[in-house]
Nanobody, 128 residues
Framework: QVHLVESGGGLVQAGASLRLSCAAS????????MAWFRQVLGKEREFVAA????????YYGDSAKGRFAIARDNAKMMVSLQMDRLKPEDTAVYYC?????????????????????WGQGTQVTVSS
């Protein structure tokens, strides 16, 4: 079973930066598209960013464009999310997710239903 473990969340002030990491195991990492989603209690899970299996394609949700950057290190089996200029509305639990890519170079899904594996989440709280 694929195992994903997020880390790096915390409490920061508005305008600060955070870097989330997701360590993956029990999979051939470079065969999997990876993504970050976030969720606020009582709301639907929101797409943040996705990256294709070899890292050639990346996509961002509207809230992340221009402030967040997704990256992956296939040798270390890790994916990261660099978050800059954080806002109070970025407060949420952030989840790492994975799905086996149908082929190298394909576009990764941007909806939660497109992913099969999820981490336990890491809390990000941005104070004003």
């Amino acid at each position: 079973q694929v195992h994903l473990v997020e880390s790096g969340g915390g409490l920061v002030q508005a305008g600060a930066s955070l870097r989330l990491s997701c360590a993956a195991s029990r999979l051939t990492f470079n065969n999997y598209d990876m993504a970050w989603f976030r969720q606020v209690l009582g709301k639907e899970r929101e797409f943040v960013a996705a990256i294709s299996s070899l890292g050639s394609l990346s996509y961002y949700g509207d809230s992340a464009k221009g402030r967040f950057a997704i990256a992956r290190d296939n040798a270390k089996m890790m994916v990261s999310l660099q978050m800059d200029r954080l806002k109070p509305e970025d407060t949420a639990v952030y989840y790492c997710s994975a799905v086996r890519s149908p082929r190298y170079g394909s576009r990764p899904p941007t909806e939660a239903g497109g992913y099969d594996y999820w981490g336990q989440g890491t809390q990000v709280t941005v104070s004003s």
